[in-house]
Protein backbone atom coordinates (compact mmCIF):
# COMPACT_ATOMS: atom_id res chain seq x y z
CA UNK A 1 0.00 0.00 0.00
CA UNK A 2 1.14 3.60 -0.54
CA UNK A 3 1.31 5.90 2.05
CA UNK A 4 1.11 9.72 0.68
CA UNK A 5 3.02 11.40 2.78
CA UNK A 6 2.61 15.05 1.66
CA UNK A 7 5.31 16.86 4.40
CA UNK A 8 7.90 15.32 2.34
CA UNK A 9 9.06 17.60 -0.49
CA UNK A 10 9.50 16.75 -3.76
CA UNK A 11 11.27 18.91 -6.45
CA UNK A 12 9.70 17.70 -9.95
CA UNK A 13 12.01 17.69 -13.20
CA UNK A 14 9.81 16.72 -15.94
CA UNK A 15 10.69 17.11 -20.01
CA UNK A 16 11.70 15.64 -23.53
CA UNK A 17 14.23 12.60 -23.90
CA UNK A 18 17.81 14.36 -24.30
CA UNK A 19 16.97 17.69 -22.41
CA UNK A 20 19.59 16.71 -19.58
CA UNK A 21 16.90 15.74 -17.06
CA UNK A 22 18.42 12.75 -15.30
CA UNK A 23 21.70 14.37 -14.96
CA UNK A 24 20.59 17.17 -13.66
CA UNK A 25 18.35 15.28 -11.40
CA UNK A 26 21.19 13.33 -10.00
CA UNK A 27 22.81 16.80 -9.48
CA UNK A 28 20.51 18.43 -7.58
CA UNK A 29 19.35 15.40 -5.42
CA UNK A 30 23.19 14.89 -4.51
CA UNK A 31 23.75 18.57 -3.74
CA UNK A 32 20.82 18.86 -1.02
CA UNK A 33 20.99 15.29 -0.01
CA UNK A 34 17.54 14.07 -1.43
CA UNK A 35 16.47 11.04 -2.56
CA UNK A 36 16.37 10.37 -6.61
CA UNK A 37 13.19 8.75 -8.58
CA UNK A 38 13.97 7.93 -12.73
CA UNK A 39 10.83 7.50 -13.41
CA UNK A 40 11.75 6.68 -17.08
CA UNK A 41 13.53 3.69 -15.97
CA UNK A 42 10.50 1.90 -14.30
CA UNK A 43 8.92 2.37 -17.80
CA UNK A 44 11.93 1.23 -19.16
CA UNK A 45 11.77 -1.87 -16.94
CA UNK A 46 8.20 -2.46 -17.74
CA UNK A 47 9.33 -2.91 -21.05
CA UNK A 48 12.53 -4.69 -21.00
CA UNK A 49 10.73 -7.29 -18.33
CA UNK A 50 7.87 -7.57 -20.81
CA UNK A 51 10.20 -8.49 -23.81
CA UNK A 52 12.65 -10.78 -21.00
CA UNK A 53 8.44 -13.04 -21.27
CA UNK A 54 8.08 -12.62 -24.73
CA UNK A 55 5.28 -10.55 -23.58
CA UNK A 56 5.83 -7.35 -25.23
CA UNK A 57 2.14 -7.07 -27.44
CA UNK A 58 0.07 -8.74 -24.61
CA UNK A 59 -2.86 -6.92 -23.09
CA UNK A 60 -2.89 -3.62 -20.96
CA UNK A 61 -3.52 -5.80 -17.96
CA UNK A 62 -0.80 -8.24 -18.14
CA UNK A 63 1.97 -5.61 -18.80
CA UNK A 64 0.25 -3.84 -16.08
CA UNK A 65 0.98 -6.58 -13.81
CA UNK A 66 4.30 -6.47 -14.84
CA UNK A 67 5.02 -3.41 -13.96
CA UNK A 68 3.05 -3.53 -10.57
CA UNK A 69 5.32 -6.75 -9.59
CA UNK A 70 8.66 -5.10 -10.76
CA UNK A 71 11.30 -6.87 -8.89
CA UNK A 72 13.98 -3.74 -8.77
CA UNK A 73 17.01 -2.67 -7.14
CA UNK A 74 19.13 0.68 -7.50
CA UNK A 75 22.59 0.39 -6.47
CA UNK A 76 25.74 2.86 -7.12
CA UNK A 77 29.13 1.61 -8.29
CA UNK A 78 32.82 2.98 -7.21
CA UNK A 79 32.58 5.54 -9.81
CA UNK A 80 29.05 7.00 -8.86
CA UNK A 81 27.46 5.71 -11.65
CA UNK A 82 23.69 4.09 -10.87
CA UNK A 83 23.50 0.92 -11.22
CA UNK A 84 19.95 -0.76 -11.63
CA UNK A 85 18.93 -4.54 -11.29
CA UNK A 86 16.22 -6.54 -12.78
CA UNK A 87 15.23 -9.93 -11.03
CA UNK A 88 18.84 -9.26 -9.41
CA UNK A 89 20.63 -9.09 -13.18
CA UNK A 90 22.56 -6.00 -14.04
CA UNK A 91 20.74 -4.41 -16.92
CA UNK A 92 22.09 -0.88 -16.63
CA UNK A 93 23.37 -0.71 -19.60
CA UNK A 94 20.56 -2.49 -21.34
CA UNK A 95 18.49 -0.02 -19.61
CA UNK A 96 19.78 2.99 -21.73
CA UNK A 97 19.74 1.65 -25.31
CA UNK A 98 17.56 3.73 -27.84
CA UNK A 99 15.52 0.35 -28.29
CA UNK A 100 14.28 0.07 -24.65
CA UNK A 101 13.22 3.86 -25.17
CA UNK A 102 11.35 2.78 -28.03
CA UNK A 103 9.84 0.21 -25.80
CA UNK A 104 9.42 2.02 -22.92
CA UNK A 105 7.46 4.73 -24.94
CA UNK A 106 4.99 2.07 -26.00
CA UNK A 107 3.78 0.72 -22.85
CA UNK A 108 3.99 4.11 -21.18
CA UNK A 109 0.99 4.76 -23.68
CA UNK A 110 -1.41 2.25 -22.07
CA UNK A 111 -3.13 3.96 -18.93
CA UNK A 112 -3.66 0.58 -17.19
CA UNK A 113 0.74 0.57 -16.87
CA UNK A 114 0.64 4.27 -16.14
CA UNK A 115 -1.58 3.76 -13.51
CA UNK A 116 0.04 0.66 -12.03
CA UNK A 117 3.46 2.26 -11.99
CA UNK A 118 2.08 5.29 -10.08
CA UNK A 119 1.34 3.55 -6.66
CA UNK A 120 5.33 2.74 -7.20
CA UNK A 121 6.74 6.16 -8.29
CA UNK A 122 5.01 7.52 -5.01
CA UNK A 123 6.55 4.66 -2.95
CA UNK A 124 9.80 7.03 -3.46
CA UNK A 125 8.52 9.85 -1.69
CA UNK A 126 10.60 9.38 1.87
CA UNK A 127 12.25 11.82 4.11
CA UNK A 128 14.47 14.23 3.69
CA UNK A 129 12.70 14.66 -0.03
CA UNK A 130 12.72 13.35 -3.61
CA UNK A 131 13.73 14.74 -6.88
CA UNK A 132 12.19 13.10 -9.21
CA UNK A 133 12.73 13.30 -13.05
CA UNK A 134 10.00 12.59 -15.92
CA UNK A 135 7.27 13.82 -17.84
CA UNK A 136 4.59 13.63 -15.80
CA UNK A 137 6.08 14.56 -11.87
CA UNK A 138 4.44 17.62 -11.58
CA UNK A 139 0.99 16.83 -13.59
CA UNK A 140 0.25 14.03 -12.39
CA UNK A 141 2.30 11.81 -9.61
CA UNK A 142 3.63 14.54 -7.62
CA UNK A 143 1.02 17.43 -8.10
CA UNK A 144 1.85 18.97 -4.78
CA UNK A 145 5.69 18.87 -5.76
CA UNK A 146 7.18 22.38 -4.07
CA UNK A 147 8.79 22.86 -7.08
CA UNK A 148 8.10 22.16 -10.50
CA UNK A 149 10.98 22.30 -13.53
CA UNK A 150 9.72 21.85 -17.08
CA UNK A 151 13.46 21.85 -18.69
CA UNK A 152 13.52 21.85 -22.58
CA UNK A 153 16.33 21.96 -24.94
CA UNK A 154 16.00 22.10 -29.19
CA UNK A 155 15.36 18.48 -31.20
CA UNK A 156 18.90 19.09 -32.57
CA UNK A 157 20.44 19.67 -29.74
CA UNK A 158 18.95 17.17 -27.57
CA UNK A 159 19.73 14.62 -30.55
CA UNK A 160 23.24 16.04 -30.83
CA UNK A 161 24.18 15.52 -26.70
CA UNK A 162 22.39 11.80 -26.91
CA UNK A 163 24.71 11.48 -30.56
CA UNK A 164 27.88 12.55 -27.88
CA UNK A 165 26.48 10.08 -25.01
CA UNK A 166 26.11 7.12 -27.16
CA UNK A 167 29.43 7.47 -28.87
CA UNK A 168 31.14 7.53 -25.52
CA UNK A 169 29.63 5.01 -24.86
CA UNK A 170 31.35 2.92 -27.91
CA UNK A 171 27.92 2.81 -29.02
CA UNK A 172 27.68 3.86 -32.98
CA UNK A 173 24.42 5.68 -34.15
CA UNK A 174 23.46 7.77 -37.09
CA UNK A 175 22.58 11.98 -35.56
CA UNK A 176 19.68 11.51 -38.27
CA UNK A 177 18.25 8.45 -37.21
CA UNK A 178 18.87 9.33 -33.72
CA UNK A 179 16.47 12.94 -34.05
CA UNK A 180 14.69 10.87 -35.91
CA UNK A 181 13.58 8.74 -32.56
CA UNK A 182 13.57 11.66 -30.55
CA UNK A 183 11.37 13.34 -32.84
CA UNK A 184 8.90 10.57 -33.03
CA UNK A 185 8.83 9.76 -29.01
CA UNK A 186 8.45 13.68 -28.69
CA UNK A 187 5.18 13.42 -30.35
CA UNK A 188 4.17 9.78 -28.74
CA UNK A 189 5.12 11.27 -25.45
CA UNK A 190 2.66 14.74 -25.97
CA UNK A 191 -0.10 13.33 -27.88
CA UNK A 192 -1.06 9.68 -25.35
CA UNK A 193 -4.43 10.76 -24.07
CA UNK A 194 -3.26 10.17 -20.65
CA UNK A 195 -0.64 12.07 -18.57
CA UNK A 196 0.54 13.90 -21.85
CA UNK A 197 4.18 15.59 -21.44
CA UNK A 198 3.28 18.97 -20.85
CA UNK A 199 4.63 21.69 -18.05
CA UNK A 200 2.42 22.08 -14.99
CA UNK A 201 0.12 25.29 -15.13
CA UNK A 202 3.06 26.25 -11.91
CA UNK A 203 6.15 25.01 -13.61
CA UNK A 204 8.88 27.25 -14.23
CA UNK A 205 10.62 26.50 -17.80
CA UNK A 206 14.10 26.61 -18.29
CA UNK A 207 14.98 25.89 -22.06
CA UNK A 208 18.90 24.20 -21.70
CA UNK A 209 20.34 24.46 -25.09
CA UNK A 210 22.86 27.08 -24.29
CA UNK A 211 23.26 26.35 -21.31
CA UNK A 212 25.93 24.15 -19.60
CA UNK A 213 25.06 21.39 -17.14
CA UNK A 214 26.98 23.68 -14.51
CA UNK A 215 24.86 26.36 -15.04
CA UNK A 216 21.09 24.75 -15.69
CA UNK A 217 22.14 22.96 -12.01
CA UNK A 218 22.92 26.22 -10.30
CA UNK A 219 19.37 27.68 -11.55
CA UNK A 220 17.67 24.80 -10.16
CA UNK A 221 19.21 25.31 -6.56
CA UNK A 222 18.66 29.06 -6.69
CA UNK A 223 15.24 28.25 -7.28
CA UNK A 224 14.69 25.44 -4.69
CA UNK A 225 16.35 27.69 -2.23
CA UNK A 226 13.84 29.16 -0.63
CA UNK A 227 11.18 26.58 -0.72
CA UNK A 228 13.20 23.23 0.54
CA UNK A 229 13.71 22.99 3.93
CA UNK A 230 15.93 19.66 4.68
CA UNK A 231 15.12 18.88 8.06
CA UNK A 232 17.75 16.34 9.02
CA UNK A 233 17.11 14.20 11.68
O1 LIG B 1 13.19 9.45 -19.55
P1 LIG B 1 13.39 8.21 -20.37
O2 LIG B 1 13.93 8.46 -21.74
O3 LIG B 1 14.17 7.16 -19.65
O4 LIG B 1 11.92 7.60 -20.56
C1 LIG B 1 11.65 6.55 -21.45
C2 LIG B 1 10.20 6.64 -21.93
O5 LIG B 1 9.33 6.38 -20.81
C3 LIG B 1 9.78 8.02 -22.44
O6 LIG B 1 9.98 8.19 -23.82
C4 LIG B 1 8.32 8.08 -22.11
O7 LIG B 1 7.55 7.48 -23.14
C5 LIG B 1 8.18 7.21 -20.89
N1 LIG B 1 8.03 7.97 -19.65
C6 LIG B 1 6.76 8.41 -19.32
N2 LIG B 1 6.55 9.06 -18.14
C7 LIG B 1 7.57 9.29 -17.30
C8 LIG B 1 8.89 8.88 -17.63
C9 LIG B 1 9.08 8.22 -18.83
O8 LIG B 1 5.83 8.22 -20.08
N3 LIG B 1 7.33 9.91 -16.15
Known amino acids: MTIENPEIPVIAIDGPSGSGKGTIARRVASALGLHLLDSGALYRLTALAAAGQGKLDASPEILAGIAESLNVRFSTDRQGEEQVWLNDVNVSDQLRTEESGRMASRVAAL ?32 PDAVLKIFLTA ?22 AALSRDIEDRDRRDSERSVAPLRPAEDARLLDSSNLT ?6 TILDWAKDRIIVKRI
Open 111 to 142: PAVRKALLGVQKDFRKAPGLVADGRDMGTTVF
Open 154 to 175: GAAERAKRRHKQLNDKGIDVSL
Open 213 to 218: IDEVTR
